[in-house]
């Protein structure tokens, strides 16, 4: 500290604040960004509350659900609509090509909920 009436050398003043300034930069960015953090945290928990948000395992446990239920469903209609055995073998090609393609469908969007869930968690 200087003396009463003593001059100081203003270039190593704004050198020293400066440097100051920096080392109480990363403390500031870091409080920030934990504010940040936290209001994003809020805003996932309300959008869960209010119905907007759902964890990716119950979204694939009820696609895996599904699918399952419709493939047997779907499974049945050749016995229940004739019982011409070859008129029931063209049915069921239709039917598991039908199942082939709903199944591809819920595999990719189960994959793309899996890529956007490791996204959300980096």
């Not at 440097?19 to 805003?43: D, S, T, V, Y």
């Not at 049915?91 to 899996?114: G, P, S, T, Y």
Request: aromatic share 2%; hydrophobic share 45%; with cysteine.
């Amino acid at each position: 500290m200087p003396t009463p009436g003593a001059k100081l050398i203003l270039g190593s003043s704004v050198a020293a604040y400066v440097n100051h300034l920096r080392r109480g930069m990363p403390r500031m960015e870091a409080e920030a960004c934990i504010r940040e953090l936290k209001i994003q945290k809020l805003e996932i928990d309300r959008a869960e509350r209010m119905g907007q948000l759902m964890h990716t395992e119950l979204v694939q446990a009820f696609i895996t659900e599904q699918i399952g239920a419709w493939r047997i469903e779907l499974e049945a209609l050749p016995a229940r609509l004739s019982r011409d055995r070859a008129e029931r073998s063209r049915i069921n090609a239709e039917v598991e090509k039908v199942i082939d393609r709903i199944v591809a469908k819920a595999e990719a969007l189960m994959a793309k909920l899996a890529v956007e869930e490791a996204e959300g968690a980096a």
